[in-house]
């Protein structure tokens, strides 16, 4: 039974930055790849990045380019996500996803987390 467990919310104000954490209950090689995704209040899942978990190659949607940086300590079986310049639009639960399917990156998810909140007030 795979596990995802993010960590690393909280409330900031503009212009922080936040580092997201996902633990994985398996080894990440055994996903084909990994990412974080976000919803705001109101609106539907957004894709944020996603990461390869065997060659480290990592994919930003365009409107996540610039601020936000994915990448893995397979060691530790943890995938990051850091928010840098954090805005009040970045306001969203965060939710990390898992994936084993090569067909299915880096856009659609086997695996989901529980979330973690992030709120940025101006």
């Known amino acids: 039974n795979v596990q995802l467990v993010e960590s690393g919310g909280g409330s900031v104000q503009a212009g922080g930055s936040l580092r997201l954490s996902c633990a994985a209950s398996?080894?990440?090689?055994?996903?084909?790849?990994m990412g974080w995704v976000h919803q705001a209040p109101g609106k539907e899942r957004e894709g944020v990045a996603t990461?390869?978990?065997?060659?480290?190659?990592?994919y930003y949607y365009d409107s996540m380019k610039g601020r936000f940086t994915i990448s893995q300590d397979s060691a530790k079986k943890t995938v990051y996500l850091q928010i840098d310049n954090l805005k009040p639009g970045d306001t969203a639960m965060y939710y990390c996803?898992?994936?084993?399917?090569?067909?299915?990156?880096?856009?659609?998810?086997?695996?989901w987390g529980q979330g973690t909140q992030v709120t940025v007030s101006s």
């Open positions: 996803a898992a994936e084993e399917s090569s067909a299915r990156c880096p856009h659609e998810w086997n695996y």
């Open positions: 398996r080894h990440t090689y055994g996903f084909y790849c």
């Open positions: 990461i390869y978990t065997d060659s480290g190659r990592t």
